[in-house]
């Protein structure tokens, strides 16, 4: 799943105005009475560790289950598989790229492609200085027919917050890599290296609709909950609440519902 703050509503919206699609955001911070602590309440710590089972520190070596919504990629009639060539990389990028190809190898996220489909890999820094591997799927997207599934509009969320005083925000750990890919669009997913080729078996970053299946697979795991004392914006899972002793309530209802999932 990933890990939990309880932080200010003012706080919240700066996150969901930046947000992205990170691996994990490790942040614990708690105002009370005007000060900050990095402890969570009492009653909170111990609800994390009675769950702790879905507050895991990695990504399990296997697939996530198949789930309501999988990622599939429908293009425009007529359209051509895309196959552009690699582009030119320094050797520290291509050290990484090894790397990070191993690593999702050994997760089980990829395989070895032999699609005619096969898009281009690119780096981009991260705050911390280290590299995020990107597949440059620009051109797959351009002939890709777009899902209209509504993202939230983060006024209407914040709306629904007006009243409560406690808030916890989940980040969910490598989100986009817990929904599988359609069986039928698996091979457009193809990038092409100095090692190889491979395709993603979940869905990777970069994709067109990949938020629209996100939002819509969150909203429906969440949907009893939604507006009632959870709000979702892509990976971002907002819990708030009148108060910490219902606080409490909140949080065990919505881990319930993860651990199920």
Not at 98 to 121: D, F, H, M, N, W
Request: aromatic share 8%; charged share 30%.
């Amino acid at each position: 799943l990933g890990d939990i703050s309880v932080e200010t509503l003012a706080r919240f919206e700066k996150d969901v105005k930046r947000t992205a699609t990170g691996f994990l955001t490790i942040a614990t911070e708690v105002e009370h009475d005007g000060e900050k602590t990095s402890e969570p309440p009492g009653k909170i710590k111990e609800l994390l560790k009675e769950f702790q089972d879905i507050l895991p520190d990695d990504l399990p070596n296997e697939l996530p289950p198949y789930r309501t919504h999988q990622h599939e990629i429908v293009e425009e009639p007529g359209s051509k598989p895309i196959f552009r060539a690699p582009y030119r990389l320094s050797p520290t990028e291509l050290t990484d790229m090894k790397k990070q190809i191993e690593y999702l190898l050994a997760k089980g996220l990829i395989r070895p492609s032999t699609s005619p489909y096969g898009a281009p890999v690119l780096f981009t820094p991260k705050p911390d200085g280290s590299l995020r591997m990107c597949i440059d799927y620009r051109a797959l997207n351009k002939q890709t027919i777009k899902n209209k599934y509504p993202i939230p509009r983060i006024d209407n969320l914040l709306d629904q917050l007006r009243g409560a005083t406690v808030f916890s925000k989940l980040d969910l750990q490598s989100g986009y890599w817990q929904i599988r890919m359609a069986d039928n669009s698996i091979h457009k997913t193809a990038f092409r290296t100095r090692y190889g080729s491979y395709e993603y078996l979940v869905m990777p970053f970069g994709l067109t609709n990949a938020p629209a299946t996100f939002q819509a697979e969150m909203n429906h795991i969440l949907r009893p909950l939604l507006d009632e004392c959870v709000v979702v914006y892509l990976d971002d899972i907002l819990i708030y609440s009148r108060d910490m002793k219902q606080h409490v309530e909140h949080l065990r209802r919505v881990f319930e519902i993860l651990r199920r999932e």
